[in-house]
């Protein structure tokens, strides 16, 4: 059995397995490719295996397997490349509709969420945190400066600012912010974000491992509690190759009344 035999053994098990079910071999084939993905026999970035190798090992058709892998590239799980053949996406969709933290969103894609700390420090408000925060210039914040990571990879470089009246001690998060306010009940249920493309300076493209110069996704985000009390300013820096951020749009006529506006 040769390395392309292996793998597809390992991704499909045998053609027992989906010709026994009770739904389209296309769904199964599908099925079969997200748990390689979650169990480890696929990992980001690897190639899997052609068309024409699935489709002879399955004893399936080549529509069927190209039915299977675009899904898959459309939902972002599988990526192709130009004359190179498709992939495990590396790319990290980050949902816009629901607030996670980085650690959940790593945790999510199969990833080892890390943090490799460049700060953390108690200090007076700058401009930017009382505004944001609606501190005065004599209120404290703790800071928190850090590098995250994904299977030991720079995703993200975040500051986070917290006032000092809901987390007085920066010693107190090693991993999950989120995970410690949430130990304090008070955890951000909504928040405000602002997104904009820039260039990445020398500094932080060091911190990143990307070239200075690259695109970057900034983002600042002011986490709120139920009262909309803000609770977190967070400032990241996200490589733009690296994330998709997607949200769901809705037509504004659909969240009328049923009979129309009053």
Do not use: C
């Not at 079910?21 to 899997?48: C, F, H, M, T, W």
């Not at 969709?93 to 945790?107: A, D, Y």
């Amino acid at each position: 059995m040769n390395k392309v035999e292996s793998l597809v053994h390992k991704i499909f098990d045998s053609h027992e397995q989906i010709s026994r079910e009770n739904k389209p071999l296309y769904l199964q084939l599908q099925q079969l490719i997200r748990e390689a993905v979650k169990s480890g026999v696929l990992k980001y970035g690897d190639a899997i295996p052609a068309e024409r190798e699935i489709a002879s090992a399955m004893k399936v058709s080549r529509v069927t397997v190209r039915r299977a892998i675009d899904d898959l590239v459309d939902e972002g799980l599988l990526t192709q490349r130009q004359g190179a053949g498709t992939f495990v996406s590396d790319r990290v969709e980050q949902p816009l509709n629901f607030l996670k933290s980085f650690s959940e969103v790593m945790q999510e894609r199969g990833k080892t969420p890390g943090t490799r700390w460049l700060d953390r420090a108690l200090g007076l408000a700058t401009e930017d945190e009382q505004e944001a925060l609606g501190l005065s210039s004599e209120d404290e914040v703790v800071r928190f400066h850090r590098l995250r990571t994904g299977d030991d990879q720079p995703m993200a470089l975040e500051m986070a600012s917290i006032p000092r009246r809901f987390l007085d001690n920066p010693f107190v998060v090693e991993g999950s912010l989120y995970e410690v306010l949430s130990s304090k009940g008070l955890r951000p249920v909504k928040a405000l974000q602002r997104i904009r493309a820039i260039a990445i300076d020398d500094i932080r493209a060091g911190y990143l491992e990307i070239p200075v110069g690259s695109a970057v996704l900034y983002i600042e985000r002011l986490g709120l509690l139920e009262d909309d009390t803000p609770v977190e300013f967070t400032r990241s820096y996200f490589p733009g190759d690296t994330y998709d951020f997607v949200a769901e749009i809705r037509n504004p006529t659909s969240l009328e009344p049923p009979g129309g506006r009053s």
